[in-house]
T-cell receptor, first 112, second 110 residues
């Protein structure tokens, strides 16, 4: 089944403790992206990647890192999480830059 | 800067009522347009998309949207909503990246 898989689905952590949210797609998509969803703000792009080793900042990249060492994986790294990063995170992938994206199931992160 | 505006933040309807959700974007070049739906507790699913051709596009579950280039709009419509349409709806545009509107929460009461 074609899908985008995120892990974990839920995560509670403490301020400053490094964490990684994994994202993997099995559709051989070139484009991958991370979004955070907050009430009243919709989805805002954190980082995106156009291909292996090619990444760029989205609208809200501060406090996040990404890597794209393989085509299928696009992990999101929070080196020192803070409470304002408490949010619902979605990974998405697309075959083309302008195409429709397939979304993962989301990761609800709480930083205390 | 490119942006997407959804003017209806919260819409409440009774079953069988007609629906129209507004979406406007600001970008002068060629765009691809999307509507996504997010059911409670779930991830986003593609409802419909417009790349080119007929500006009236039909999607899943009886939804349709009309692209009006002169108005920079891509409004979502459904003639008769059902309780199961209760969800949040996001308009999105791709230029060099996918940009979302802030979403419209639709509640349908039986």
């Amino acid at each position: 089944e074609a899908q985008v898989t995120q892990n974990p689905r839920y995560l509670i952590t403490v301020t400053g403790k490094k964490l990684t949210v994994t994202c993997s797609q099995n559709m051989n998509h070139e484009y991958m992206s991370w979004y955070r969803q907050d009430p009243g703000l919709g989805l805002r792009q954190i980082y995106y990647s156009m291909n292996v080793e090619v990444t760029d900042k989205g609208d809200v990249p501060e406090g996040y890192k990404v890597s794209r060492k393989e085509k299928r994986n696009f992990p999101l790294i929070l080196e020192s999480p803070s409470p304002n990063q408490t949010s619902l995170y979605f990974c998405a992938s697309s075959l083309t830059q302008g195409g429709g994206y397939t979304f993962g199931s989301g990761t609800r992160l709480t930083v205390v | 800067a490119q942006s997407v505006s959804q003017h209806n933040h919260h819409v409440i309807l009774s079953e069988a009522a007609s629906l129209e959700l507004g979406c406007n974007y600001s970008y002068g070049g060629t765009v691809n347009l999307f509507w996504y739906v997010q059911y409670p507790g779930q991830h986003l699913q593609l409802l419909l998309k417009y790349f080119s051709g007929d500006p009236l596009v039909k999607g899943i579950k009886g939804f349709e949207a009309e692209f009006i280039k002169s108005k920079f709009s891509f409004n979502l419509r459904k003639p008769s909503v059902q309780w199961s349409d209760t969800a949040e709806y996001f308009c999105a545009v791709t230029t060099d990246k996918l940009i979302f509107g802030t979403g419209t929460r639709l509640q349908v009461f039986p």
